[in-house]
């Protein structure tokens, strides 16, 4: 009962804190009021930015948009650079460790088609669920995007990307790279058949 009532008196704080008007009691995409928290407007400008630094990147745009000491965290892509062997890159480690590093790996990539699919706007955070339109398979993911107030307040850019958390289909990545190759696959479902229940590891 106790407990109950901690809680109720825990509840009756926040709703009086001004952080009160976004969080989990509105649901994450309610409007941010608080001058430290990005805007919804902001969140989508950041998701757009890290659109472009994917499928159309450029050296200047990435310097305008990250933070120096940007950090990628994502076994997804780790998988994809060892092609499916134990190394080079150490998974569960970070793919980058600062924004030079990322223009060195991703400016030598061609562009990538990359739709946004879907946003979800947190103060300091703008996660992604998206889309490749990659060919034989289509490769879908989802990216957690932390900023940071840009400290050069006369830049165009209000909130840099600091870090990044990043996962996706690597499975379908690499059977469109050709590295994983099943060597014998059951027929696809005729696209009319009601969808039977998936049997894992059998
Ligand atoms: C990006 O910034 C780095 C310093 O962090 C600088 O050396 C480089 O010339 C800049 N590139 C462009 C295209 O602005």
Redesign the pocket.
């Known amino acids: 009962m106790r407990f109950i009532f901690a809680l109720a008196a825990l509840a009756a704080t926040a709703a009086a804190a001004p952080w009160a008007n976004w969080g989990v009691s509105h649901g994450l995409n309610y409007p941010r009021t608080t001058s430290n928290c990005m805007s919804d407007s902001d969140a989508t400008k950041v998701a757009n930015n890290f659109k472009t630094l994917i499928a159309a990147y ?3 745009f ?2 305008k948009t990250m933070a ?1 000491d940007f950090v990628d965290y994502s076994d997804s892509v780790m998988e994809l650079i060892n092609g499916g062997c134990e190394g080079p890159e150490v998974l569960g480690t970070a793919v980058f460790s600062s ?2 590093e990322f ?1 060195a790996g991703q400016g030598a990539q061609p562009p990538i088609p990359f739709e946004i699919i879907k946003t979800w706007n947190a103060c300091s955070a703008v996660t992604i669920r998206w889309q490749s339109a990659q060919t034989p398979q289509l490769v879908t993911g989802i990216i957690v995007i932390e900023v940071v107030k840009n400290a050069d307040k006369k830049a165009s850019q209000k909130w840099l990307i600091k870090t990044v958390y990043s996962e996706f289909n690597s499975g379908a990545w690499l059977v469109n790279l050709d590295v994983f190759n099943p060597p014998v696959c059951p027929a696809p479902p005729p696209p009319t058949s009601t969808p039977s229940r998936r049997m894992l590891f059998v």
Do not use: G, H
Request: glycine residues 0%.
């Open positions: 450029s050296d200047s990435s310097n120096v924004r030079a223009q």
